[in-house]
Each structure stands twice: as structure tokens, then as C-alpha cells.
């Protein structure tokens, strides 16, 4: 099809899903962006390069390729359920890339962020009885010295709801400012 019409769209992508099939990423990758380069609507392009980010543990990447195919990829009737493999994929990309990052490097930073912007010491603290993830206690609403954020380890992604009670307490530092 290519020695005829080299700028087929949907040969190419077929080329980068067989590319996918022998795990040569980098080559499906490359097909995949030069359909995107002449058809930005193409769902099955943005499916295929996630799929190879995703496969390569780049989780990032397949998220933006991803959310980026929501928003510009059309729905084709030759193309039945691309959409919601490609919503179904970002969960997994989210999910995956949540369970590997490790949070104990932010955290600090936040942390110490935090308590420079303020000049009130923050404890973290763990509290497996807890029923949410995670929640913060601002030092003027409590009425004590230091602010507070508790998370319960034993809940699933808590690190990252920890971080979220985090932004919390910055957007108060910001307002009581």
C-alpha cells in the first residue's frame, strides 16, 4: 500500500502495531508520530503510541499521549472501541505509574516547603485507624503551634493523598497570608 501511497495513514498505523506485536518499540514509536504528524484525529495512532510507552514502563508519557488522544482523536465507525481501550489504558497508566513512584523524595521536599513558607513545623504522622486516606490540621484551626497531616498507611495510594492534604495546607499558608 506504502509503494502507492505512501502517506496512508492507516497502513502506517497497521505498520506500527505489527512493529508493537515484535516489541520494536522504537520503530512503532516513529510510525505512530508520523501518522500523528499528518492526521492528529487519528484515535488508533495515539492507542498505539501509549501502548508503547506504556509497555516500556513510561508511564508519563503514555498518560499524555493518552489524554492528548481524547482530547484531538475522532471516533471512525472502522474504529469501534478505540476510545474507551484508550480511557481504559490511562487508568492503567495511572494506576502503575501511582504503585511505582516513590513519594518519600517529594514528600521531603514538600514537607520542608511547607514549613519555610510559614514558619510553623509540620509532623506527618501515621494513624492506621484513621478512615480517610489521609487529612491535614492547620495550626490556627487547631489552636497549637505546628500543623498536622495524618495519613493511614494501610490505605491504598495514600502517599499521593498525602501529598494532595499537602497542597491543601499551602493553599491556607497562601490565604492567611
Do not use: W
Not at 502495531?17 to 492526521?39: C, E, H, P, T, W
Not at 514538600?110 to 495550626?139: F, T, W
Amino acid at each position: 500500500v506504502l509503494e502507492y501511497h505512501p502517506d496512508d495513514i492507516m497502513a502506517l498505523n497497521n505498520i506500527g502495531g505489527n512493529y508493537i506485536r515484535y516489541k520494536k518499540y522504537d520503530d512503532a514509536i516513529r510510525m505512530f508520530k508520523q501518522v500523528l504528524s499528518k492526521d492528529d484525529s487519528y484515535l488508533n495512532s495515539y492507542y498505539g503510541l501509549a501502548m508503547c510507552y506504556y509497555d516500556q514502563n513510561r508511564y508519563e508519557e503514555a498518560i499524555d499521549v493518552c489524554i492528548e488522544g481524547m482530547k484531538k482523536g475522532v471516533n471512525r465507525p472502522q474504529d469501534r472501541n478505540v476510545r474507551e481501550e484508550i480511557q481504559k489504558m490511562v487508568m492503567s497508566a495511572c494506576r502503575d505509574y501511582v504503585k511505582n513512584f516513590d513519594y518519600s523524595i517529594e514528600i521531603g521536599i514538600e514537607k520542608k516547603k511547607l514549613s519555610e513558607m510559614s514558619n510553623i513545623p509540620l509532623r506527618i504522622e501515621e494513624d492506621r485507624n484513621l478512615n480517610v486516606h489521609a487529612r491535614m490540621e492547620y495550626h490556627v484551626t487547631r489552636h497549637r503551634n505546628y500543623d498536622r497531616v495524618v495519613f493511614n498507611p494501610t490505605k491504598p495510594y495514600h502517599e499521593h493523598l498525602l501529598m494532595h492534604e499537602f497542597m491543601h495546607l499551602e493553599m491556607a499558608n497562601e490565604a492567611s497570608k
